[in-house]
């Protein structure tokens, strides 16, 4: 990738970041009342997140083995109401155990 | 409200936010040099649209799929800032917002909203100091680690991005139905791309933004969140 072509990408990205967070703040005074946009709104975040962890998180790792370690993982302790960092700790902890172990043996 | 205590309920945002951008700087320094990666994180302060924004770079996805990701992932942030002027003092005068509105994040605007008191400009400002610095730094040391440290640990460390997503949607899953199925439905689309033939050929952004806005729509539809009475 040029430089020319990354900063293109990241105009797009900050500007269309930094315009969403504005724009609203300066001009709009008043709650957003459509319940039916309101609950649009509350789902995308945890849409959006599983959307990007499923299926990719399969192809961050060495293997898919270490991959669903690290998924169960995290959430197995989530369930138990652990924190984000914890969480991310222990996925770590859990591709390291079974990579790692693939390489000894 | 003074900027002391601002940059005081600012710190353990910040200590978070190191350790999650330093996986987004490893797994950015895969295809970026340290400078770049770390130029995102400050021009950005977003989790998951940084994210996904590596991923269309990546791919070498065109710039409209960078503009509309950007968008939905980062829609939310409209909202909030909707939300947070309505709690705003009356000296949060438009300069002020047009330079502090850049730290409207999840993690701040959720600790901006749990005050009693109302938001000072002076207050906002030291709420945003140490996580805009701790995602930035984090980054820069993800980064460079990311170029040194042997890829089994590297690997290790790059999924601490996918806990942190795991770790925000599990437990609104656990206590919230709806929510459940409508992630199960943007999973369930979301393999169909990747997998699917002829539909594997969508490049990454429109597939989470298409997997979002159907998810999101349909579960909006049949599901309405209720009000909350405040």
């Given at each position: 990738m040029?430089?020319t072509?990354?900063?293109?990408?990241?105009?797009?990205?900050a500007?269309v970041?930094?315009?969403?967070?504005?724009?609203?703040f300066?001009?709009?005074k008043?709650n957003?009342?459509?319940?039916f946009?309101k609950?649009?709104?509350?789902y995308?975040?945890?849409?959006?997140l599983?959307a990007?962890?499923?299926?990719?998180?399969f192809?961050?790792?060495?293997?898919?083995?270490?991959?669903?370690?690290?998924?169960?993982?995290?959430?197995?302790?989530?369930?138990?109401?652990?924190?984000?960092v914890?969480v991310a700790?222990?996925?770590?902890a859990a591709?390291?155990?079974?990579?790692?172990?693939?390489?000894?043996f | 409200?003074?900027?002391?205590k601002?940059?005081?309920?600012?710190l353990p945002?910040?200590?978070g936010?190191f350790?999650?951008s330093?996986?987004?700087g490893?797994?950015?320094?895969?295809?970026?040099?340290?400078?770049?990666?770390?130029?995102?994180?400050m021009?950005?302060?977003t989790?998951?649209?940084?994210?996904?924004g590596?991923?269309?770079?990546?791919?070498?996805g065109?710039l409209?799929?960078m503009?509309l990701?950007?968008?939905?992932?980062n829609?939310?942030?409209?909202?909030m800032?909707?939300?947070?002027?309505?709690k705003?003092t009356?000296?949060?005068?438009?300069?002020q917002?047009?330079?502090l509105?850049?730290?409207?994040?999840?993690?701040?605007?959720?600790?901006a909203?749990?005050?009693?008191?109302?938001?000072?400009?002076?207050?906002?400002?030291?709420l945003?100091?140490?996580?805009y610095?701790?995602?930035?730094?984090?980054?820069?040391?993800g980064?460079?680690?990311?170029q040194?440290?042997?890829?089994?640990?590297?690997?290790?460390l790059?999924?601490?991005l996918?806990?942190?997503?795991?770790a925000?949607?599990?437990?609104?899953?656990?206590?919230?139905?709806p929510?459940?199925?409508?992630?199960?439905?943007?999973?369930?689309i979301?393999l169909?791309?990747?997998y699917?033939?002829?539909?594997?050929?969508?490049?990454?952004?429109?597939?989470?933004?298409i997997?979002?806005i159907t998810?999101?729509l349909?579960?909006?539809k049949?599901?309405?969140?209720?009000?909350?009475?405040?």
């Amino acid at each position: 990738m040029s430089i020319t072509e990354y900063a293109k990408y990241l105009l797009a990205m900050a500007g269309v970041t930094y315009l969403l967070r504005t724009i609203p703040f300066i001009l709009l005074k008043k709650n957003i009342e459509s319940p039916f946009w309101k609950s649009f709104l509350a789902y995308v975040p945890y849409t959006v997140l599983s959307a990007m962890t499923i299926p990719a998180i399969f192809y961050t790792t060495n293997s898919k083995i270490s991959a669903a370690a690290a998924l169960i993982t995290a959430i197995g302790v989530s369930l138990l109401g652990r924190g984000l960092v914890l969480v991310a700790i222990a996925a770590c902890a859990a591709v390291l155990c079974v990579d790692g172990a693939f390489l000894v043996f | 409200m003074k900027f002391s205590k601002g940059i005081c309920d600012g710190l353990p945002i910040g200590i978070g936010y190191f350790a999650v951008s330093f996986s987004f700087g490893i797994a950015a320094s895969k295809f970026l040099n340290p400078c770049l990666v770390t130029l995102i994180s400050m021009t950005n302060l977003t989790s998951a649209g940084q994210f996904a924004g590596i991923q269309i770079m990546q791919a070498a996805g065109t710039l409209v799929e960078m503009i509309l990701a950007t968008f939905f992932i980062n829609l939310r942030y409209s909202l909030m800032a909707i939300s947070l002027s309505q709690k705003v003092t009356p000296s949060f005068g438009t300069l002020q917002r047009i330079f502090l509105s850049m730290g409207i994040t999840d993690e701040i605007y959720a600790l901006a909203m749990s005050q009693k008191e109302r938001i000072s400009p002076t207050y906002y400002f030291g709420l945003t100091v140490l996580p805009y610095i701790g995602w930035s730094l984090g980054t820069l040391t993800g980064s460079v680690a990311g170029q040194i440290l042997p890829t089994v640990l590297t690997n290790s460390l790059g999924v601490a991005l996918y806990g942190m997503f795991i770790a925000i949607v599990v437990p609104k899953v656990k206590q919230h139905r709806p929510t459940l199925i409508a992630v199960a439905i943007a999973i369930a689309i979301s393999l169909l791309f990747h997998y699917a033939p002829v539909l594997s050929n969508v490049t990454p952004g429109f597939v989470i933004i298409i997997c979002a806005i159907t998810a999101s729509l349909f579960a909006a539809k049949f599901f309405p969140i209720e009000e909350k009475t405040e």
